[in-house]
């Protein structure tokens, strides 16, 4: 790739969005207000606000591989915090994509260095689901299955959190699974069961917040 042709493109783009209003980028310099906090894969061929159709400043966005949702990872916890406490969203989507490489990765019996520590926390999804799964024979199915659970599992590590049981609380927020069919493009609204989940988690979970 010529580098420099990126800023080409850009100049082109300003170009573009100044022909179409003048007041394009003065408006986009005020404060962002989105509702929605998308947590999403980082794969190259799934860009969030275009697969979505919104524009810039109505989505706050956070992507790392596999779309996960780690305890530990104080990046994603502080997106997190900021999304819920300070932007006021009301909206918190872990949408995964068929085709991801790093669920594909978990899969396998492989040693893949420092990859290690993050794909166990998909190989435990499987682990939770390992009758269902094995109970799929087609390869394909089973991978796309894993994914869908995966997503499951990541809105569950949401709910678990403190930032996420207080907004429950205090306001409307609702957190949604979802899956881009990166085949045909479409968005997929995996309908999760949350309240029969949490009837199932909270007595462990309850953080008392």
Same mark, same amino acid.
């Given at each position: ?28 310099? +005020?404060?962002? &207000?989105?509702?929605?906090? @998308?947590?999403?894969? #980082? ?26 949702? /780690? #305890? ?53 999804? @499987? ?12 390869? &394909? ?19 678990? &959190?403190?930032?996420?049981? +207080?907004?429950?609380? +205090? ?11 990166? @085949? &045909? ?23 008392? /917040?």
């Amino acid at each position: 790739m010529d580098l420099e042709q990126i800023f080409k493109n850009n100049e082109a783009w300003i170009a573009k969005k100044l022909e179409v209003d003048p007041d394009y980028f003065q408006r986009l310099a +005020q404060p962002q &207000t989105p509702e929605i906090l @998308y947590i999403g894969c #980082s794969d190259s061929r799934v860009s969030a606000e275009e697969l979505m159709g919104l524009e810039p400043g109505q989505a706050f966005v956070h992507r790392n591989i596999a779309n996960m949702v /780690v #305890s530990i990872d104080v990046n994603l916890m502080s997106v997190l915090k900021f999304a819920i406490r300070h932007l006021h969203v009301k909206h918190v989507i872990v949408c995964g994509h068929y085709g991801c490489g790093g669920v594909r990765a978990a899969m396998r019996q492989e040693d893949l260095g420092i990859l290690n520590p993050w794909l166990r926390n998909i190989r435990d999804v @499987y682990r939770l689901h390992k009758l269902e799964l094995n109970a799929i024979s087609d390869e &394909t199915a089973r991978y796309n299955r894993l994914i869908e659970l995966n997503v499951q599992e990541q809105c569950i590590n949401l709910i678990k &959190t403190a930032a996420v049981q +207080q907004a429950y609380k +205090q306001r409307l927020l609702k957190v949604h699974g979802w899956v881009f069919d990166i @085949y &045909t493009g479409k968005l997929i609204d995996l309908k999760i069961p949350f309240d029969d989940i949490l009837k199932q988690i909270m007595e462990i979970y309850d953080l008392g /917040v």
